[in-house]
């Protein structure tokens, strides 16, 4: 997704005496637990043989002595002194995206020479994309207690029932572990919701479009549609089809992960359902059509993913808010420590993407939109190779591996770390660890299964030459100067054409689905 690579820019970091301190104060009782072995999951403490750890940190965040690693770097000395036995050496990575990140791990691991711990993101991990063998499952360890945390029946019930899922590959293997989200939301003013007389953020997509009247009738302008990069819009096309096509998605999820794929889409596509003569995927884009009307003009000079400190287009749209500019802007949790450094703390909430339902379009099926953009993409990703892969990767250096992780992984340690990583950008994936008090933003996160998100042009899944050119759409159809019929002819010509050109590239035939 294109959010996950600018949540890297967010590295202003603090530090929390009482975090610390219960930081601290969990190494006796949780050390203590793991050294037993009595887990069953490995407590690294079996032998007295040394064992070197070689972990690659979050990517852009510097060395492991760099500010937005302070946590983990406290976390892992303190392991090491509870385990006397096990040195842990961070990689840095200076890693731009997965793709390259892959490339260079299947170099290392055609020598056996991977990390051991390797970032990683969902997407290639759950969909096949990366070669089989290299790394391992580990859900044999997540299916046990973790040893640091009293009581829990398995580690994995210390996740949220939303998290398990986009860790799970289509076979029922779980070969990453993900540690926070990085959700999406409706940013807006409280200054502009007061003048426009709006007492509390819309639950809907109708009371959505009626707020945003209320603004514009107010003398603001109520909203920005930023089209720069496809942040705005790949988003909107998750929300709106993921909602929409719920109904039929298992007519082309051949995949069956949780994100749809390049296959996934090209078959939908190939089949009728991903197409402008289905009113239900027509619908997603008469919605947007709506917005038109609302949002600010110049969309094309600014992009959500942004950082606010670039000086050439596409802008971050912050400003916009912080100026009064605008009343509402759709952004990331990333926005948080960003929008707090230019002074607007206090002055702003956040509220989640309104679902989409039969008080807009009698085609709405009351699908839940939360987490389908968003999700358990910001720091914490991390895969352990195999011995294929890491040619030092026996069971028992696994073993010791995943003692380490659970470590990290207490509820307590994991929000303890990721609250100086992300200075309050990131959500833990397991609830109970510290988060910062923004009204709305534990609303962002969903409270049970996500529905199966559907990309299908914006997001780079069929081929980037296709999101460049619905982008270009996009941003005729939003600034107006394209009609909704204009548009929908294009659109279908773009789908047709793209899903072709993937199955021919990867040698599917289409006509087998």
Known sequence: MHLVLER???RRTYWHTTLTLLAAGLVAAGCSSGGSGGSGSGSGSGSNAPVTIKAVLPPNTGPITAADNAGLQQLTQQYEKAHKNVTVQWLPNNTTGITTTNAAMESQASGGAAPDVVWEQYGPVTSGALPQGLLQ?????LEKPNPYVAGNTSWLSLFTPSTVPYMTSPDGSIDIILGSNVETGMFYSDAAFTKAGISAPPTT??????DLGKLKAAGITPFLFTTGAPCNPSWFERLATSSLLASQVSQFDVNHAQVTNGLDVAVGIHKGIISMSNPRYAEAWKLLGQLTSY????????DACSNPNTTSPPLSPQSMLVQGKVGILWGGSWWI????SAGFTGKYGVFPEPPITSATTPLALGTSTLGVIGGPNGNGEWSITSQRADSTMTPAKTATVMNFMAWL????NLGYWLKISGSGSYIPTEPGGPTVNLPGLPGLVPSGKVPTVIDVVLDDVLSTAATNSGMRLIQSYVNGSLSYSGF???WQSLLTSAAQQWATQNHVDLSKY
């Open 8 to 10: 890297y820019n967010t």
């Open 337 to 340: 420590p960003q929008l707090d």
């Open 205 to 210: 997509w109708a009371d959505f479009i009626t």
């Open 137 to 141: 499952n580990i859900k044999p360890y």
């Open 409 to 412: 992984f207490t509820p307590q």
């Open 488 to 490: 929908a002819g294009q």
């Open 295 to 302: 949002s600010a003009s110049g969309q094309s000079s600014y």
